[in-house]
C-alpha cells in the first residue's frame, strides 16, 4: 500500500487527531530506528501505519472513522513488567490495559489516541518492548 497523505487522514480522523498522531510519531522516531510502513487496516480499520524492526512489531497505529488507534502486543516477560510500573501510568491508560484481551501470543492492548498527555506513558510502554536504539536518547 501506497503512503497515506495528512489531507486523507485529517478527512477520516479530523485534524487534532492527525496532529496527535504526527506528534507522536515524531517522538518514536526520535527514539528508535524502525521500518515504517502503511497498510489496509483489515474489516475493522481503514489504515494501519506499522512500527517494526527485524520483523518484530514495536507497534501500530490504526485509523478509522473519527478514530485513531494505538497497538502494542505485550508477551509474558513484558506483561510482568509492565505490573512492575502500574502505579506510574495514567487511569485511561492502566485501565485499557487492565481490559485487553491475552491470547496465545500476547496482550493486544489498543489504546484511543486522544490527547498528547499520554504520549509519555506510551514511551514507558515502548521501553519495555524494547530499548531505543538512538544514541540521543537519554534516561530522563
Not at 21 to 33: G, N, Q
Not at 68 to 90: D, P, T, Y
Amino acid at each position: 500500500m501506497e503512503n497515506v497523505n495528512r489531507e486523507d487522514l485529517e478527512k477520516l480522523i479530523g485534524r487534532e487527531k492527525v496532529n496527535i498522531f504526527y506528534r507522536f510519531l515524531d517522538t518514536i522516531a526520535s527514539l528508535y530506528e524502525m521500518d515504517q510502513a502503511w497498510n489496509y487496516g483489515g474489516k475493522k480499520w481503514t489504515y494501519e501505519y506499522k512500527l517494526k524492526k527485524s520483523g518484530k512489531t514495536l507497534c501500530a497505529f490504526y485509523f478509522k472513522e473519527n478514530i485513531l488507534g494505538f497497538l502494542i502486543i505485550f508477551g509474558k516477560n513484558e506483561r510482568e513488567k509492565v505490573e512492575e510500573i502500574k502505579n506510574e501510568l495514567s487511569f485511561d491508560v492502566l485501565e485499557a490495559y487492565e481490559k485487553a484481551q491475552t491470547y496465545h501470543d500476547g496482550k493486544w492492548v489498543m489504546f484511543s489516541l486522544t490527547e498528547d498527555s499520554l504520549i509519555e506513558d506510551f514511551k514507558k510502554l515502548l521501553y519495555i518492548k524494547r530499548k531505543p536504539n538512538k544514541k540521543i536518547y537519554e534516561e530522563i
